[in-house]
């Protein structure tokens, strides 16, 4: 059997899906067959493409047929041999009316195995042109109201869709020829035969289908006719074309053999000796099992005569069908004043053809003379010469495109664009600086697919070192960076290399954009569809750089209990800089973001902007809008975590300060992890959890190392009592009072002190640390007012102990006054409270939000501070949490060790009441270890309770919030608001209010008081149960057995109860 999916990496190997047909060890010839839906009115141009895996000792036979009506076509077949893994197959429907349905069959006899599999089934361009109210200028309306092109009137395909566009009041005075009743005006010689019925038994590359009816039952010609003895179809000779063009549209089939080649060749005539033809077209190879359209437009002073010439190799065919000449193409009529043309079997026989189409007759047919040499087949373009004058490797692909050869380079396009060789002047038009020949892509007549394909001859064998040098131009029009996604992507778009995807979506429920709040954006959902790979990219064409420093911004939108990491970066040539990152949640609400793009002075070199979402799960998306560029740097940005860069703060003095990991060797010390991830290099980590805890959608990675910035003060770097000074790019003025959150790190031997400075109309001091040692990293604060750009400045004055520095990590500015330690009204984000998925827990994370926007997940529609939509708060949504205790944390600051304080706290819990209840607990995590100081278990109330817990530590600790299920999964918010912790403060017991407070007490207590509330209720069942036996039969017992006895089959479903029909039922 075949590994999984084709398109997906090894590290996932395992991960994909397909379709197979499985071994049988039977002896009798079977066949698989795998049938599509019902499928209506594909379109001429419709295309089907997939994967299939078939090794050559596993199938007799694979086959695609169409059944339409009472007909079915074989729209491929193959007996083999098949490569090893995975191939690739593209077939045409061609024009389907009604109802229709594939099929992929699969035979086996008793010599195989019978295994095969398919992959990936896309149909492309398969739909039919929708109706229009108007047409653009030049375009033909049609009876349907569908528009179409005015060079697709009369060419043999139904465009409209309801073959108004080939209608005899059109196309009366066109000749077409289907060969449906014979050849019409055209002549052919020995070569062509005209054959009455697609799929004739002469080979296995006959056409199974004409291209007029699209029918095993429709006729056309076709040729056998071996190179150096082509076949030859002639048209009635025609009137000089005048200042109008006739053109010829034809349907050519090539299969079978790469020798195969159709050319159509201009024979002027008149009264003197004719002309040699005139090749106008040639096409050689194999293009599958479709008809191919082409169109040739003639303009001649002289009358004429076209000629087809086709010839292939063993095993080829080569097809005609539905030659259509246009209304300018005019018979002539008198014939006797023109020089005829010398007598031939059946048909007129053209002129020789030119030399270039012959064989020496002192060789083989195939074989190349050069002097007294006979060059074999095998040995063209094999790059070693044979001939002395290198004949044998001419046109083999080597070419500048001067000479007409174009280096054997022959178009093999069959779809709407081609490769034409042009001259330099025709394509600036006459200029007369102009000069030399290229390849350029061109329009084209074909109908199927827009890709062009451009081939050499037939090459190799080749050494391992062999390389392909090309100059190549590309011109389009340039697209911006600058995007609000409103009417496309401007000039982004996704990558490939995952099946998760970015997509240009419109706003719909809790999904809105930033620029109106109804208009576009780009979306990532790895749920929609459903998707396995773990990153997305979003990509911006290749720009020039208008300034040497250019200012990119965003929004951003990251929501989600298992979101991941969105990241920016930029590629330049063959290098990749991370620019800018933010990893978890950040509320229900867009965010801006900056990042400063800078490029060497004077340097046009090209770059590419990238974004790229890392999912962690399931559960959550990410959203962008309103990008934007502008010459000039950036302002200092709001949040600074370190990992992407240094976020422009520059080191003052020495340059003692830097940016570093854990273990990177840029400094002798510093702290063991960062803040913002909480990984040292290497540590691993357990990432992602399938939807409702499916397995195997985790992964095991190593986490990379997170960055901070750290000072060594030590004597031998910094002496006693110096500084070293680390300072911020400018920061916009302030519209308000913000608040400036960081966090430090202290050696465990003192360190120091860390100041920190204002810069603004002056430097001024706002706050002084002792950076006392320790495990942990702790939170420092800084309310900030400035109505000018302004700086922050850290200062770090060493103490002269050796072994000894000073670290910051991930700075935030927002708005607000600052919080006391421990506390937080949820405003304006989390404070100092941290949502960073703890390890073992499952990778959730506690979001942030408020009633006023729509989200994807509950929660209350109100917050506690201001009792409106407009408030917000802390929430954890259980519902993602698998069964088996899985549970999301809520941490705070470190805290210092207190004999008594006070923590009080709003919360919101809402399950229905006929499910297990989610549980939020409050626990003490110190270096002693955990201990549980509250607990609640609740269902809906629709209501905040209020909770006081009285809180005593001997060590530093850390307050935390944990949301979790002991039970089944149940769809139910828990919330948190107005969070106060009171330092060195008794709780007080407030004033009592029914059904409101949840008093102060601990986890001990409130199990005891249960425990004491089941005992009764079970003494009391007892009690119960024995008088009802004292005094007889229960009142509602039946002397019969009961059909349902208790709840056993009575079915819950959220807060509504579904009885049994043995309940619910008559008697």
């Known amino acids: 059997m075949p590994l999984p999916s084709h398109l997906l990496p090894a590290l996932v190997l395992f991960l994909g899906w397909y379709m197979a047909v499985g071994t049988h060890r039977g002896k009798e010839a079977s066949t698989a067959a795998l049938r599509s839906p019902t499928l209506r009115e594909a379109a001429s141009s419709c295309k089907l493409r997939l994967w299939y895996h078939a090794a050559s000792g596993d199938v007799a036979e694979l086959r695609v047929e169409l059944i339409h009506g009472a007909e079915t076509l074989t729209l491929w077949q193959s007996t083999g041999p098949w490569g090893p893994g995975w191939q690739e197959l593209a077939v045409t429907t061609g024009r389907i009316r009604g109802d229709f349905r594939v099929t992929f069959s699969a035979t086996r006899n008793a010599t195989h195995r019978g295994a095969v599999a398919l992959d990936d089934l896309e149909f492309w361009d398969c739909g039919l042109p929708t109706p229009q109210a108007n047409c653009p200028l030049g375009h033909h309306h049609c009876q349907n109201k569908v528009c179409v092109e005015p060079q697709q009137l009369c060419d ?38 005209w054959n009455h019925r697609a799929g004739g038994p002469e080979r296995p590359s006959w056409p199974r289908r004409d291209h007029s009816r699209n029918s095993a039952q429709g006729s056309f010609l076709v040729s056998v006719a071996e190179p150096g003895t082509p076949a030859i179809l002639s048209s009635p000779e025609f009137q000089a074309s005048g200042t109008s063009n006739c053109s010829l549209v034809f349907y050519q089939y090539l299969r079978g053999s790469e020798a195969g080649c159709l050319q159509l060749f201009l024979q002027t005539l008149g009264p003197s000796t004719p ?108 790059f070693e010469e044979q001939c002395a004058g290198g004949e044998d490797e001419q ?26 060789r042009v001259s330099a002047q025709e394509s600036q038009g006459s200029s007369a600086a102009a000069a030399g020949h290229f390849l350029s892509l061109q329009r084209a007549w074909g109908q199927l697919g827009t890709e062009a394909r451009v081939l050499t001859p037939l090459l190799g064998p080749s050494g391992p070192s062999c390389e392909l040098h090309l100059a190549y131009y590309l011109q389009s029009q340039p697209r911006e960076v600058s995007c609000n996604f409103e009417r496309d992507t ?85 290098e990749e800089t991370h620019l800018w990152s933010r990893s978890g949640t950040q509320g229900n609400r867009w965010h801006e973001a900056w990042a400063t793009l800078s490029h060497q002075p ?15 799960g399931y559960h959550g998306t990410m959203a962008l809008d309103d990008v934007a560029v502008r010459p000039g740097p950036c302002w200092a940005p709001n949040y600074c975590s370190f990992e992407d860069s240094d976020c422009g703060f520059s080191p003052g003095g020495q340059g003692l300060w830097r940016r570093q990991a854990n273990a990177s060797g840029h400094a002798a010390w510093g702290p063991p992890t960062d803040h913002t991830t909480e ?48 300072t911020s790019k400018e ?21 120091g002190t860390l100041r920190v400075y204002l810069e603004e109309r002056g430097k001024h001091q706002v706050l002084s640390l002792s950076a006392h040692g320790g495990l942990a990293w702790r939170l420092g604060s800084v309310d900030v007012q400035a109505e000018r750009a302004w700086r922050v400045v850290f200062e770090a004055v060493a103490a002269g102990v050796a072994h000894s520095y000073v670290a910051l990590d991930d700075l935030l500015l927002q708005d607000g006054p600052c919080p006391q330690p421990g506390s937080c009204d949820f405003e304006s984000g989390l404070c100092g409270w941290s949502h960073l998925a703890w390890p073992g827990l499952g990778g959730y994370s506690w979001d942030w939000g408020g009633g006023a926007t729509p989200s994807r997940y509950p929660q209350p529609p109100v917050d506690h501070t201001l009792g409106t939509e407009a408030g917000h708060f802390a929430f954890f949504e259980t519902g993602v949490l698998g069964p088996g205790g899985r549970a999301a944390w809520l941490r705070s600051e470190p805290l ?15 399950f229905p009441e006929h499910f297990y209840k989610g549980e939020l607990k409050v626990l003490l995590h110190s270096a002693q270890g955990q201990l549980a100081v509250w607990g609640a278990g609740g269902h809906r109330r629709h209501q905040w309770l209020e909770a006081q817990v009285e809180v005593a530590s001997a060590k530093e600790f850390q307050i935390v919030f944990e949301a979790t299920l002991g039970g089944q999964p149940a769809l139910g918010p828990i919330a948190l608001d107005d969070v106060e912790y009171l330092a060195g403060q008794h709780c007080q017991q407030p004033a009592p209010s029914p059904g409101n407070t949840a008093a102060p007490g601990s986890l001990p207590a409130v199990v005891g008081s249960a425990l004491l509330l089941l005992m009764l209720l079970v003494l009391l069942g007892l009690g119960g149960r024995r008088w009802l036996q004292k005094r007889g039969s229960c009142p509602f017992q039946s002397n019969t057995e009961a059909t349902a006895p208790g709840f056993d089959n009575i079915l819950f479903n959220a807060d509504g109860v579904t009885l049994p029909a043995s309940v619910t039922s008559d008697p």
């Open 275 to 382: 002309r040699a033809p005139v090749l106008l077209r040639r096409r050689r190879g194999e293009l599958g099992t479709a008809w191919v359209r082409d169109r040739v437009d003639i303009q001649s002073a002289h009358p004429f005569q076209i000629l087809l010439a086709g010839q292939t190799g063993p095993g080829g065919v080569v097809g005609l069908d539905d030659l259509i000449l246009s209304d300018h193409c005019r018979p002539v009529s008198e014939v006797s004043t023109l020089q005829p043309l010398p007598p031939g079997p059946r048909a007129p026989a053209p002129q020789p053809l030119p030399p270039s189409s012959r064989l020496q007759d002192s060789c083989k047919q195939g074989h190349l003379a050069c002097g007294d040499l006979c060059v074999p087949p095998e040995q063209l373009c094999d």
């Open 395 to 420: 046109a083999c692909g080597t070419t500048d495109f001067e000479s007409p050869e174009a280096g054997g380079w022959e178009d093999a396009s069959v779809g709407r664009l081609q490769w034409r």
């Open 490 to 574: 401007c000039s982004w778009y996704p990558g490939h290399l995952s099946d998760t995807h970015w997509r240009w979506v419109e706003s719909r429920g809790p999904d809105h954009d930033h620029t109106t709040g109804q208009g576009h954006f780009v979306l990532l959902d790895p749920t929609d569809p459903l998707a396995w790979g773990h990153s997305a990219h979003l990509l911006s064409r290749p720009q020039v750089p208008a300034a040497p420093m250019e200012c990119l911004s965003f929004w951003y939108h990251l929501h989600g209990p298992q979101i991941g990491t969105l990241r920016l970066a930029m590629r330049r040539e063959g």
């Open 679 to 726: 990984t040292a290099q290497g540590m691993g980590a357990w990432q992602g959890q399938g939807l409702r805890g499916w397995p195997g959608a985790g992964r095991l990675m190593l986490a990379p190392p997170g960055h901070y910035m750290v000072v060594d003060t030590s004597p031998d770097a910094l002496p006693r009592g110096q500084t070293a000074s680390l």
């Open 896 to 910: 210092p060790a207190t004999p008594a304080s006070c923590l009080r706290f709003w919360y919101h819990m809402g």
């Open 731 to 751: 920061h916009r003025p302030l519209a308000q009072p913000a608040c400036l959150t960081f966090w430090y790190h202290g050696s465990l031997r003192s360190p």
């Open 156 to 193: 043999g395909e139904d465009n409209c869709g309801d073959l108004s566009d080939e209608n005899p009041l059109t196309c009366g005075r066109h000749i077409a020829t289907d060969f449906e009743t014979g050849l019409g005006p055209w002549n052919r010689s020995e070569g062509w035969s």
């Open 602 to 616: 004077g340097s046009h070199a090209q770059y590419q902007l990238l974004f790229e979402g890392l999912r962690d």
